[in-house]
């Protein structure tokens, strides 16, 4: 069994704590780092090599959760960011997923949501908390046809990827070479004008590509 690095980043001691007691309490994980703000974890982050960031959205400091996401995964690309948060904000989980986060958990959910988004995470899996998710992911599923240029291949790359699967894991489901999924990767984000491979969940989902019950999510 492989084991998990994970950074907490939490204002709040007592939580961070309890996190780090509660995850550590399995073998597979291990709590490298506790962050405090968005600028501390990003000052850390490349010395503690973590595998997966629990991030808090409101923190103190200039810099929130969301904006925290979209540069660790823009210097860190490799590492997967699962919210913990007590918003309940629909515009906050869609900000979060489309700055980079794989997974999104509410605080007061049940704490093996969190472990499972953990895990999720570090495999490239999507864990949405579907106290938050459901009307917010049903709203963008219920959205207009697809209607943008993509090839079946495309297609179903795309479905590949909002599965959160990596590049090696997509070329052996589909029978093709990993440069060939990286060639259809760079053609899909230029054709949607997206940033980065995160925010496919939310186009796959808005254009009906994939439906929630395809999703890892756990209600």
Same mark, same amino acid.
């Given at each position: #069994? ?14 961070? +704590?309890?996190? +780090? ?28 090599? %973590? ?20 540069? =660790? ?5 490799? #590492?997967?960011?699962?919210?913990l948060t007590a918003s309940t904000d629909e515009a906050r989980l869609i900000a979060a997923l489309r700055a980079g986060a794989i997974g999104y958990v509410r605080k007061d959910a049940e704490p093996e949501i969190l472990l ?13 908390? %579907? ?26 790359? =795309? ?5 959160? +699967? ?6 052996d489901a589909l029978f093709i070479g990993e440069e060939t999924v990286k060639t259809h990767l760079g053609n899909i984000l230029s054709k949607l004008q997206l940033t980065h491979r995160t925010q496919v969940l939310i186009y ?16």
């Open positions: #069994m492989s084991l998990i690095r994970v950074v907490l980043v939490e204002d709040h001691r007592v939580v961070s +704590r309890s996190l +780090r007691t509660y995850l550590e309490s399995f073998n597979d994980i291990k709590v490298t780092g506790i962050a405090a703000s968005g600028e501390e974890a990003l000052q850390s982050l490349k010395e503690w090599a %973590s595998d997966v960031v629990v991030m808090d959205l409101l923190m103190p400091g200039g810099m929130d959760g969301i904006e925290a996401t979209r540069i =660790v995964r823009s210097r860190f690309p490799s #590492m997967r960011i699962v919210v499972s988004a953990v895990r999720a995470a570090a495999r490239g899996l999507s864990v949405i908390d %579907s106290s938050v998710a459901g009307t917010a992911l049903l709203d963008l599923a219920r959205g207009e046809p697809r209607k943008d240029d993509l090839t079946e291949r495309e297609l179903m790359v =795309v479905r590949q990827l909002a599965y959160g +699967r990596s590049n090696r894991e997509i070329a796959a989902l808005k254009h009906r590509i994939i439906s929630l019950d395809d999703l890892d999510i756990k209600r």
